[in-house]
């Protein structure tokens, strides 16, 4: 499986955007989905998942209530949407896939990575 991750780009503090996270290969429906995030000079952190059994999903605290994951299968596509967006959201963001059984925050469980998108909040 690869990933490729889109839809980065530059928004008003207040905006929103959304990316996509599109999959190649087979099985992607039984791959768990993370979303991560490094911001400048920072360590990449974890943003959200999307779990492949029954598509439930998890988010950090500080994306709590602004931030949506979801995913089309059919498209093989999973998707992040990023309301209210804040400058502190301002980093390389990036989508990473992994078959396991129990989806983690943890960057080390995920196998597969995107390239990752850059998204840019002004103030």
């Known amino acids: 499986v690869q990933l490729q991750a889109s839809g980065g780009g530059s928004v008003q503090a207040g905006g929103s955007l959304r990316l996509s996270c599109v999959a190649s290969?087979?099985?992607?429906?039984?791959?768990?989905i993370g979303w991560f995030r490094r911001a400048p000079g920072q360590e990449r952190e974890f943003v959200g998942l999307?779990?492949?059994?029954?598509?439930?999903?998890s988010y950090a605290d500080s994306v709590k209530g602004r931030f949506t994951i979801s995913r089309d299968n059919t498209k093989n596509t999973v998707y992040l949407q990023m309301n209210s967006l804040r400058p502190e959201d301002t980093a390389v963001y990036y989508c990473?896939?992994?078959?396991?059984?129990?989806?983690?925050?943890?960057?080390?469980?995920?196998?597969?990575w995107g390239q990752g998108t850059l998204v840019t909040v002004s103030s």
């Open positions: 990473a896939g992994d078959p396991a059984t129990a989806a983690s925050a943890s960057a080390s469980a995920y196998g597969y």
């Open positions: 290969g087979d099985n992607f429906r039984y791959f768990n």
């Open positions: 999307i779990r492949w059994s029954g598509g439930s999903t």
